[in-house]
């Protein structure tokens, strides 16, 4: 099993001040459409190109539309590089956005 966390519980350590790095992998254009404020884009096709981006030291949220490309990108991530501070939000931007923040676009 993948660690995940709730869109409830990413609110709280946001809201807390927790120094958490949030990476989106969906495509720009749904990054452009909505995001999670604080986000940094690395679309899931070129991560692993861009893996360097990555802090391996700071907790890492990973994030997609519904949570399943994430789910993808945190198992690369601690199979081909060892990384072990990744989490993945559990039901992507869309739970966000119905269950915390309703400013985010839904799509």
Do not use: K
């Not at 907790?59 to 789910?71: E, Y």
């Not at 956005?97 to 400013?103: A, E, G, K, L, Y």
């Amino acid at each position: 099993m993948l660690p995940e966390l709730t869109p409830e519980d990413l609110h709280a350590r946001l809201q807390r001040g927790d120094d958490l790095q949030l990476i989106d992998v969906r495509q720009p254009e749904e990054y452009a459409y909505c995001r999670i404020a604080g986000s940094h884009l690395i679309p899931l096709g070129e991560l692993a190109s861009r893996v360097e981006e990555i802090d391996p030291d700071r907790p890492t949220v990973l994030i997609c539309h519904h949570g399943v490309r994430s789910m993808q990108a945190l198992a690369y991530l601690q199979h081909r590089h060892e990384m072990t501070n990744l989490l993945n939000l559990r039901g992507g931007i869309h739970a966000w956005s119905t269950r915390v923040d309703p400013s985010v676009a839904v799509y």
